[in-house]
């Protein structure tokens, strides 16, 4: 299910993370569900969800360990849900392993992972394939409006490996994505009206006047 949605993400993920990056050992994506890009706009008391996806580069990945930071946003969204390498129970997995535990700090996601070793055959990334390593879902409040850049990053023991089982972190791209919160439409529609009654009052306190 996910595996399949993943493969029609594909070209979008491709075109969006390697354009002008051919030589990138490795590229990690962040990209919404609902807009299939990696910017947004969603109402307050809302909900989103961000995929975090990996693509190979020409040396191939078999492990990945990646790090979701949504600091600038603090306050303005919490975590509500968390789901590390969900294609991992398919027996066709090219990253069928989850190595430690996937934590929210309040600021972080930390390690988002999926990964393979040796002896596995016919697993692992080779160069342009691409893997949902997991998905992390917001909740806006509804106090907060404006627009937040969430961010992606390897940190502690998180990192990310070619075919060979060589570090390819540092060569690496680790793109953003932008969520922009919008007041809701109650919010807006009571404002309109509180503007009106205040345009009527002033315009009778006017007439009375005259």
Known sequence: ????????????IASFALAGQASASASIALIWERSETAS???AASSAATLNIVLTAGPLG?????????????????SVIGIVNNPT??????MLPLIV???????SRVENVTAEVFPPFVRTG????????????TFATTRVSTGEFSISSMTTGSGDILSLAGNSISGGSTFNSAVLNVIPEPGTVALVGLGLLGLAIVGRQAGQHRG
Do not use: C, E, K
Request: proline share 4%; net charge neutral.
């Open 1 to 12: 299910m996910r595996g399949s949605s993943i493969g029609a993400l594909a070209g979008l």
């Open 40 to 42: 947004t706009t969603l």
């Open 61 to 77: 990945a078999r492990s990945a360990g990646v790090t979701v930071d949504y600091g600038d946003a603090a306050g303005a969204l």
């Open 88 to 93: 991992m129970p398919s027996p066709t997995s």
């Open 100 to 106: 430690g535990q996937t934590r929210d700090t309040g």
């Open 125 to 136: 990334l080779m160069s342009g394939q691409t893997w949902l390593l997991g998905t992390v």
